[in-house]
């Protein structure tokens, strides 16, 4: 039996809304409704200061839709708009914050030989941050078009669930479509397949959703999306060293992580924390990025260091790892990337563009000394 989104409606109307004012459905609280091989997707819309009480309505939700039958399974996410059908709490909403993260070194170690692959994908590289606002998206989507420029397949993940910026960066509208309604479709641009929450929800709306939902949501993004061929997926990995991070760390065969931070000692000091945790899941550290690295005056040609510079340079050879560039603070590679055309694509012949097309040179480079290494790791067995 097929699922329509006129039975998932009229299942979703016998849930009441908060405080049994009426059902979720007429009070304008249900998302647009995406359904994907007898798999069915939405939101409920909610007042960002009531989040924590709302988990119950969440639940009902979900219970009567899998209760359909046809349904296989349903994920269903609580975000938070400014109006969320007239049941705003004096207060201002804002976001409610994510779980507090497990601190890194609680995570148990794992080998890559003990993951699951994805068919298709001959190799995974993250790029992750210790903290937010230091230009890792920016880094990973022009990195992953240095990698298309150097001659390689390349596919984005935007596993940033919480803010998903892929869809922007790369100037990606709509919803993705089917294969055969099994599996999702990847969107493309600039030559990448790109696969994000915000071709699912909103660009504007929130995502207030726990640990368990954030996980089992990156699964289905990286597993039940037909990827095709690729030589490599770059995934654009939530700030910090949260849920995300490790369920990405543990379940999948990383070839490496990157990590991108600014110069200054405080951004450093959370790049760490995003070295250690790959160190200790046992991910190969590619090397390190220094973002915002310097400012050239555009009518001077002067070099001012803002943040600093070098910081970043110095923490890898400290830790002896690979130091991968310098990415100036540079006023087109913001315009650029805000109007969803990233310097590697729309200024293929400039200095930023090389820049970031010679980190990944070196990033490849890394990603096939890790292979080399783990081979020669695996001791051969001699019959006689």
Same mark, same amino acid.
């Given at each position: 039996?097929?699922?329509?989104?006129?039975?998932? *409606?009229?299942?979703?109307?016998?849930?009441?809304?908060?405080?049994?004012?009426?059902?979720?459905?007429?009070?304008?609280? =249900?998302?647009?409704?995406? *359904?994907?091989?007898?798999?069915?997707?939405?939101?409920?819309?909610?007042?960002?200061?009531?989040?924590?009480?709302?988990?119950?309505?969440?639940?009902?939700?979900?219970?009567?839709?899998?209760?359909?039958?046809?349904?296989?399974?349903?994920?269903?996410?609580?975000?938070?708009?400014?109006?969320?059908?007239?049941?705003?709490?004096? =207060?201002?909403?804002?976001?409610?914050?994510?779980?507090?993260?497990?601190?890194?070194?609680?995570?148990?170690?794992?080998?890559?030989?003990?993951?699951?692959?994805?068919?298709?994908?001959?190799?995974?590289?993250?790029?992750?941050?210790?903290?937010?606002?230091?230009?890792?998206?920016?880094?990973?989507?022009?990195?992953?078009?240095?990698?298309?420029?150097?001659?390689?397949?390349?596919?984005?993940?935007?596993?940033?669930?919480?803010?998903?910026?892929?869809?922007?960066?790369?100037?990606?509208?709509?919803?993705?479509?089917?294969?055969?309604?099994?599996?999702?479709?990847?969107?493309?641009?600039?030559?990448?397949?790109?696969?994000?929450?915000?071709?699912?929800?909103?660009?504007?709306?929130?995502?207030?959703?726990?640990?368990?939902?954030?996980?089992?949501?990156?699964?289905?993004?990286?597993?039940? =999306?037909?990827?095709?061929?690729?030589?490599?997926?770059?995934?654009?990995?939530?700030?910090?060293?949260?849920?995300?991070?490790?369920?990405?760390?543990?379940?999948?065969?990383?070839?490496?992580?990157?990590?991108?931070?600014?110069?200054?000692?405080?951004?450093?000091?959370?790049?760490?924390?995003?070295?250690?945790?790959?160190?200790?899941?046992?991910?190969?550290?590619?090397?390190?990025?220094?973002?915002?690295?310097?400012?050239?005056?555009?009518?001077?040609?002067?070099?001012?260091?803002?943040?600093?510079?070098?910081?970043?340079?110095?923490?890898?050879?400290?830790?002896?790892?690979?130091?991968?560039?310098?990415?100036?603070?540079?006023?087109? *590679?913001?315009?650029?990337?805000?109007?969803?055309?990233?310097?590697?694509?729309?200024?293929?012949?400039?200095?930023?563009?090389?820049?970031?097309?010679?980190?990944?040179?070196?990033?490849?480079?890394?990603?096939?000394?890790?292979?080399?290494?783990?081979?020669?790791? =695996?001791?051969?067995?001699?019959?006689?």
């Amino acid at each position: 039996m097929s699922v329509s989104k006129e039975i998932v *409606i009229e299942r979703l109307k016998t849930v009441n809304g908060p405080d049994f004012t009426g059902n979720i459905v007429d009070l304008g609280m =249900v998302s647009d409704i995406f *359904i994907a091989d007898s798999k069915v997707f939405f939101s409920i819309t909610v007042p960002a200061a009531r989040a924590q009480e709302m988990e119950p309505l969440r639940a009902a939700a979900e219970r009567v839709v899998k209760a359909i039958p046809g349904v296989a399974s349903a994920m269903v996410a609580l975000t938070a708009e400014k109006k969320g059908g007239g049941m705003e709490a004096p =207060v201002q909403p804002r976001p409610a914050p994510p779980a507090a993260p497990r601190p890194a070194p609680q995570a148990p170690a794992s080998q890559s030989h003990g993951k699951r692959g994805v068919p298709g994908i001959d190799a995974i590289i993250a790029v992750a941050s210790g903290k937010g606002g230091v230009g890792k998206s920016t880094t990973a989507v022009n990195l992953a078009l240095g990698l298309a420029a150097n001659g390689l397949k390349v596919g984005v993940l935007d596993a940033d669930i919480y803010g998903p910026s892929m869809p922007r960066l790369l100037n990606i509208h709509g919803r993705p479509q089917t294969v055969d309604g099994k599996v999702l479709k990847p969107m493309q641009n600039y030559g990448l397949k790109v696969m994000s929450m915000g071709f699912l929800v909103d660009e504007e709306t929130p995502m207030i959703w726990r640990g368990p939902m954030v996980m089992s949501a990156l699964t289905q993004m990286l597993r039940e =999306v037909e990827w095709g061929s690729l030589d490599v997926l770059v995934v654009d990995m939530p700030p910090g060293t949260g849920d995300a991070q490790l369920t990405m760390a543990q379940q999948v065969p990383l070839a490496g992580a990157v990590i991108v931070s600014t110069p200054q000692d405080l951004a450093l000091i959370d790049a760490r924390k995003g070295l250690n945790m790959f160190k200790k899941v046992d991910v190969p550290l590619l090397g390190i990025v220094e973002n915002m690295s310097y400012f050239l005056a555009p009518d001077t040609g002067k070099r001012y260091d803002i943040f600093g510079h070098g910081g970043a340079r110095r923490e890898a050879e400290r830790l002896g790892v690979t130091f991968l560039g310098e990415v100036p603070l540079e006023m087109g *590679i913001r315009e650029s990337s805000d109007a969803g055309a990233p310097v590697v694509a729309s200024k293929p012949e400039g200095a930023e563009a090389k820049i970031y097309r010679d980190i990944a040179s070196k990033v490849w480079k890394r990603v096939q000394e890790e292979r080399g290494a783990a081979e020669a790791a =695996v001791p051969s067995i001699v019959f006689e």
